[in-house]
């Protein structure tokens, strides 16, 4: 027997009305003769960043053992249910130069400095993200995302003597041209999702005020493939589309509650009110925009450098760039790592809901890879060793987690960056300041 097609084209999408909406992965989107031997087809990889900003409580960070034997200190703690998939470095060295914060932002995935400047002669290197970018996103609609929860400062707080570009953002498409965060879930939606086809604002409104969601639109299209499915593909749709009406729902939400006056700091329309359901919200788009295939890279800058949110919902009205100048004070060390423990366990709910997705053989977690840190340790000195980093995921099958590895203080950075693009199948060496690799992903 020859079997040569797919049941369903991969690319299958629903269309209504000014809307497509992209298809999870289905079993009917498995190989034929995948189907007939009853294997499963194997997921694709991906690559997602999440930056944490003013830098870590290293000593509620670190790990007291290496190796395998490792307990998960305060701060990691939150990632205990997912040990196995969890690989805590140690040492690593950005290098040297581009500003205090400017500099922990830009070299953490370029290992490049930023040029000294506050006008228009940025330059930097390209950033991994754009690399695999590259590499990964020749089948999908999208070669990444860039999602912030900050809005940019182009005249604020921003390292003297650099251009605010360096500590807006952590990735640069080419040495010369550092991309924006989007901070704004409705916009997120629509770059994956699509509107009304224009980007005039009186255009995009009338289309809001129909209140005609974009499940709404092919309803009709949904209906007529669910009766093509089997039970698993669509129970599978299912889950999808209710995920995809709860976001929606959310932004609706955000966008009601845009004009209420809000303790916090005046944000723009369709970023939710509290830091807890913007990131929840932000997060899920990115699984949205992997589970979907529309991009397989994702890059996530939880604060910009310099960042003065507060955390009132956690009990912390201190402004948080001010309070990572401890003076080495252990009550404000011990709220830094308030902090700092609250972007682990909104990460952790993340990986969460990826390892609970299914994907292929496994799920997305099994088949992504993410990098999890931030571009200075200890940030009363601004100090720019011993990056406090982590891998999680399973890389396709080649990280093996559960293990504290520490590297000596002159180990580049940039050697982890070669080898998470060895670990995703786009080689590249050197990159940056790099002087080698770390055999991170194949260690017993």
């Known amino acids: 027997m020859i079997i040569t097609r797919k049941a369903i084209p991969r690319r299958t999408v629903l269309r209504g009305l000014g809307a497509a909406l992209a298809l999870p992965l289905l079993d009917g989107m498995v190989p034929a003769l995948s189907a007939v ?3 499963p087809a ?3 990889r991906r690559f997602g960043v999440v930056y944490v900003p003013n830098g870590m409580a290293m000593e509620h960070w670190t790990p007291a053992a290496t190796g395998r034997d490792f307990a998960f200190s305060p701060i990691l703690q939150p990632m205990a249910p997912h040990r196995d998939r969890t690989l805590v470095l140690t040492g690593l060295n950005p290098g040297p130069g581009g ?3 400017a500099g922990a932002s830009t070299k953490f995935l370029t290992g490049v400095p930023g040029r000294r400047t506050d006008g228009a002669e940025i330059q930097s290197g390209t950033s991994i993200d754009q690399l695999l970018g590259q590499a990964l996103g020749r089948e999908t609609q999208l070669s990444s995302l860039e999602l912030g929860l900050d809005s940019r400062d182009f005249a604020g707080s921003c390292d003297a003597g650099f251009s605010c570009a360096y500590t807006n953002t952590i990735s640069w498409r080419n040495p010369t041209t550092p991309l924006p965060m989007e ?3 409705r916009a997120v939606f629509e770059r994956l999702f699509g509107d009304s086809g224009s980007t005039d604002p009186a255009v995009r409104r009338t289309r809001l005020d129909e209140d005609r969601s974009i499940l709404d639109s092919v309803t009709e299209k949904a209906a007529d493939l669910e009766r093509g499915l089997g039970p698993g593909d669509r129970q599978k749709l299912a889950q999808y589309l209710d995920a995809v009406r709860d976001v929606e729902r959310r932004i609706r939400m955000a966008e009601d509650q845009s004009d209420r006056d809000l303790p916090l700091v005046q944000q723009p329309a369709g970023v939710p009110a509290t830091f807890q359901e ?4 932000m997060f899920d788009l990115q699984l949205l925009a992997w589970q979907t295939d529309l991009t397989r890279v994702a890059s996530f800058m939880v604060g910009r450098e310099i960042s003065g949110r507060t955390y009132p919902e956690i009990g912390i009205p201190d402004a948080h760039h001010p309070l990572s100048h401890h003076l080495d004070d252990p009550a404000k060390i011990a709220t830094m790592s308030k902090i700092n423990t609250y972007h682990v366990s909104l990460f952790a709910e993340f990986v969460d809901r990826l390892r609970s997705t299914p994907d292929g053989d496994g799920s997305l977690l099994d088949h992504s890879l993410l990098l999890y840190g931030a571009g200075m340790s200890n940030s009363n000195a601004h100090a720019p060793v011993n990056l406090p980093v982590m891998l ?6 080649g990280l ?3 293990r504290h590895l520490k590297y000596a203080e002159d180990t580049p950075m940039a050697n982890l960056l070669v080898a998470v693009m060895d670990a995703l199948g786009a080689p590249m060496d050197p ?3 790099s002087n080698g690799r770390l055999d991170v992903l194949s260690l017993a």
């Open 37 to 39: 031997r009853n294997t």
């Open 42 to 44: 194997r997921g694709m």
């Open 99 to 101: 500003g205090a914060h």
């Open 183 to 185: 901070n704004d879930p």
């Open 278 to 281: 913007h990131m929840r919200l």
């Open 392 to 397: 999680v995921g399973g890389a396709g099958g």
């Open 400 to 402: 093996k987690g559960g």
């Open 431 to 433: 990159i940056g300041n």
